[in-house]
């Protein structure tokens, strides 16, 4: 029998929380589960929509599974946690839900016992429920988790959509989403939805219950972070710490800098994806499997994606990749000595050929742009099956009235080269580039985020590109290389022939 002191204590929230439960340590040993001042900082600031980016092994998924398993017993709340993959998802059930739950004072279990009709939830006598799997479609929910969800968007870009149109729809628009992940790329719904909550959260401006409330959690905020120094911190980690420091008031001890210096040994490039020191870091490093991983790595060491001198007086070159009932991209591309300056993107979808060539006109205009050539893939000559079964290579080069003036394109065709061939053009190509950081900023995450496809069966990466939001920028860029490869090549050969 509960007294009134304890049964005063059970109905406060946060008691329960840091009292009832037990979790494992990182040693593996039975501890009660308390939480720390980061864990703390999301617990108190929780919204209706919550977006969480993070550094490693900071325990937000333990304290999710302690959150909604106390919702389920005491508030009879109908909870889902989704995992990464299914051995994420069964061994989040095993070692925290489950081992947290049997763990309980038996007067508290009594009073709500559990089922476990299914592998991986638990259902209460009183009607709560906690179910942790990879996805969640139909009923309805009070609390929702995503673990890794940067990993899911990437990964698993179908699964991701799933989430955000089945899971994300069962839950009531007052009740709890929370959605938390390592960074993984500049793409994704993770990444998007964290670029508009960081706005919102820097502008300070007030959240309905739909948007998402952001939450960062650095490395260095976690005081167990930190080691004995026994080795100088190498010049280059030095300026990085002065930088931060300077920029960003983050004041490092020499014990923070000796553990940064000796995690980055190990995780190397990808160090400040997994422990950022400030947001944009994490989006900085490349994901997984992508294609031009160390090109961008090297473009962004070299600042080669930054505001481009002025260069107006030279011609610029466009590359399209065409969609039909697709994505339309576009590149514009100055040569500028033996670099090639891009300057500028766009893409659309929907849209017919006349909107396209609308943009280039308004472009040149507007920004002073006078073309020298046009470059198209081979498909430009396929002929439409409507109207005159012309190919939109003639269509272009016919022309339409735009702003009572006829306006024309004579496109080039680049050659056609397998994927394969044209990806390592790319990778040549891109040491030679320089970006406007602005204009082209969609199509810089394109690039970085283009990578191969996933095998969820054999759990490796594919060798072909996966086909998502990220294929017609990459692709317009595949034909300009392509195309300038080829030319570059036939110049080395004159000059050659030249020479002997």
């Given at each position: 029998?509960?007294?009134?002191e304890h049964l005063r204590k059970l109905s406060n929230k946060l008691w329960?929380?840091?009292?009832?439960?037990?979790?494992?340590?990182?040693?593996?040993?039975?501890?009660?589960?308390?939480?720390?001042?980061?864990?703390?900082?999301?617990?108190?600031?929780?919204?209706?929509?919550?977006?969480?980016?993070?550094?490693?092994?900071?325990?937000?998924?333990?304290?999710?599974?302690?959150?909604?398993?106390?919702?389920?017993?005491?508030?009879?709340?109908?909870?889902?946690?989704?995992?990464?993959?299914?051995?994420?998802?069964?061994?989040?059930?095993?070692?925290?839900?489950?081992?947290?739950?049997?763990?309980?004072?038996?007067?508290?279990?009594?009073?709500?016992?559990?089922?476990?009709?299914?592998?991986?939830?638990?259902?209460?006598?009183?009607?709560?429920?906690?179910?942790?799997?990879?996805?969640?479609?139909?009923?309805?929910?009070?609390?929702?988790?995503?673990?890794?969800?940067?990993?899911?968007?990437?990964?698993?870009?179908?699964?991701?959509?799933?989430?955000?149109?089945?899971?994300?729809?069962?839950v009531a628009t007052g009740c709890f989403i929370t959605i938390e992940s390592?960074?993984?790329?500049?793409?994704?719904?993770?990444?998007?939805?964290?670029?508009?909550?960081?706005?919102?959260?820097?502008?300070?401006?007030?959240?309905?219950?739909?948007?998402?409330?952001?939450?960062?959690?650095?490395?260095?905020?976690?005081?167990?972070?930190?080691?004995?120094?026994?080795?100088?911190?190498?010049?280059?980690?030095?300026?990085?710490?002065?930088?931060?420091?300077?920029?960003?008031?983050?004041?490092?001890?020499?014990?923070?800098?000796?553990?940064?210096?000796?995690?980055?040994?190990?995780?190397?490039?990808?160090?400040?994806?997994?422990?950022?020191?400030?947001?944009?870091?994490?989006?900085?490093?490349?994901?997984?499997?992508?294609?031009?991983?160390?090109?961008?790595?090297?473009?962004?060491?070299?600042?080669?994606?930054?505001?481009?001198?002025?260069?107006?007086?030279?011609?610029?070159?466009?590359?399209?990749?065409?969609?039909?009932?697709?994505?339309?991209?576009?590149?514009?591309?100055?040569?500028?000595?033996?670099?090639?300056?891009?300057?500028?993107?766009?893409?659309?979808?929907?849209?017919?050929?006349?909107?396209?060539?609308?943009?280039?006109?308004?472009?040149?205009?507007?920004?002073?742009?006078?073309?020298?050539?046009?470059?198209?893939?081979?498909?430009?000559?396929?002929?439409?099956?409507?109207?005159?079964?012309?190919?939109?290579?003639?269509?272009?080069?016919?022309?339409?009235?735009?702003?009572?003036?006829?306006?024309?394109?004579?496109?080039?065709?680049?050659?056609?080269?397998?994927?394969?061939?044209?990806i390592e053009s790319v990778r040549e190509i891109l040491p030679l580039c320089?970006?406007?950081?602005?204009?082209?900023?969609?199509?810089?995450?394109?690039?970085?985020?283009?990578?191969?496809?996933?095998?969820?069966?054999?759990?490796?990466?594919?060798?072909?590109?996966?086909?998502?939001?990220?294929?017609?920028?990459?692709?317009?860029?595949?034909?300009?290389?392509?195309?300038?490869?080829?030319?570059?090549?036939?110049?080395?050969?004159?000059?050659?022939?030249?020479?002997?």
């Amino acid at each position: 029998m509960l007294s009134p002191e304890h049964l005063r204590k059970l109905s406060n929230k946060l008691w329960r929380l840091n009292n009832l439960y037990y979790i494992t340590d990182k040693a593996g040993k039975q501890i009660r589960f308390m939480m720390t001042p980061e864990q703390l900082e999301y617990f108190e600031g929780m919204h209706t929509r919550n977006i969480i980016l993070k550094a490693r092994q900071l325990g937000f998924t333990t304290e999710v599974c302690i959150i909604q398993l106390d919702a389920a017993l005491f508030e009879s709340a109908k909870c889902a946690l989704i995992a990464h993959t299914l051995n994420d998802a069964k061994r989040l059930f095993r070692e925290k839900v489950k081992y947290a739950y049997d763990r309980l004072p038996e007067e508290i279990k009594q009073a709500n016992p559990a089922s476990n009709d299914a592998a991986g939830e638990l259902v209460f006598k009183k009607g709560g429920s906690l179910y942790v799997s990879t996805s969640f479609r139909g009923g309805t929910l009070r609390y929702l988790h995503v673990s890794e969800f940067g990993k899911i968007c990437a990964k698993f870009p179908d699964k991701a959509k799933e989430i955000v149109t089945g899971a994300f729809e069962a839950v009531a628009t007052g009740c709890f989403i929370t959605i938390e992940s390592t960074a993984e790329g500049k793409s994704g719904y993770f990444y998007d939805y964290c670029n508009t909550a960081e706005k919102a959260h820097i502008q300070g401006k007030l959240l309905s219950s739909l948007d998402w409330k952001f939450f960062f959690f650095s490395w260095w905020k976690n005081p167990l972070y930190a080691i004995a120094p026994v080795e100088p911190i190498p010049t280059r980690l030095e300026e990085y710490f002065s930088e931060i420091k300077t920029k960003h008031g983050i004041d490092l001890t020499e014990q923070q800098k000796a553990w940064y210096h000796a995690k980055e040994k190990t995780l190397g490039d990808d160090m400040k994806r997994e422990y950022p020191s400030i947001p944009s870091e994490a989006f900085e490093q490349s994901i997984e499997g992508a294609y031009y991983a160390r090109q961008f790595r090297e473009l962004y060491k070299e600042k080669r994606i930054t505001v481009l001198p002025d260069n107006s007086h030279l011609p610029v070159y466009t590359y399209w990749d065409l969609g039909v009932g697709d994505s339309t991209a576009i590149w514009f591309v100055r040569k500028v000595g033996e670099e090639f300056h891009i300057i500028d993107y766009y893409e659309n979808s929907g849209e017919g050929l006349r909107h396209y060539m609308k943009i280039l006109k308004d472009k040149s205009q507007k920004l002073g742009y006078e073309y020298a050539e046009h470059w198209a893939p081979h498909d430009i000559d396929n002929r439409e099956l409507s109207g005159d079964g012309k190919s939109r290579k003639q269509i272009a080069k016919e022309g339409y009235e735009i702003d009572g003036e006829k306006y024309s394109i004579k496109f080039n065709v680049a050659p056609r080269l397998s994927v394969d061939d044209g990806i390592e053009s790319v990778r040549e190509i891109l040491p030679l580039c320089a970006f406007d950081s602005s204009k082209c900023e969609q199509g810089i995450a394109n690039l970085e985020a283009y990578r191969k496809a996933w095998d969820d069966k054999n759990g490796c990466w594919r060798d072909k590109p996966l086909h998502d939001h990220t294929s017609h920028g990459a692709d317009a860029f595949r034909y300009f290389a392509v195309a300038n490869r080829n030319a570059r090549r036939q110049a080395f050969t004159i000059q050659m022939e030249t020479t002997f």
